[in-house]
């Protein structure tokens, strides 16, 4: 079983800055992505940032600027610091890695449960 544990989150005002942090936990042979994404109401589920597979992240035109996404490989760690925030910011942030636990079996798609992070005065 793999599981990922989520951290972080809450109310914040606009300008304001939040850390979100996601910890891959259980049996791991190996971890091939991991990032966030995140799902605003009536909207469908987002990349935020994300390193793909490099040690290069890949993020979204919004956060670009903004966020930054970092990860301690020896504690299967991903964080997402999030500075200047704004209103459209507000949603569930999900952390998602693709993992195979053993190399005779696919890689699959793991999320998180979510954290909400919302952005109001």
């Known amino acids: 079983q793999v599981q990922l544990v989520e951290s972080g989150g809450g109310l914040v005002q606009p300008g304001g800055f939040l850390g979100l942090s996601c910890t891959v936990s259980?049996?791991?042979?190996?971890?091939?992505?991991m990032g966030w994404y995140r799902q605003a109401p009536g909207k469908e589920r987002e990349l935020v940032a994300a390193f793909a597979g490099g040690s290069t992240p890949t993020y979204a035109d919004s956060a670009k600027g903004r966020f930054t996404i970092s990860r301690d490989n020896a504690k299967n760690r991903v964080l997402l610091q999030m500075n200047s925030l704004k209103p459209e910011d507000t949603a569930v942030y999900y952390c998602n890695a693709k993992v195979r636990w053993n190399p005779s079996v696919p890689i699959y798609d793991c999320w998180g449960q979510g954290t909400q992070v919302t952005v109001s005065s």
């Open positions: 259980g049996s791991i042979f190996n971890i091939y992505s």
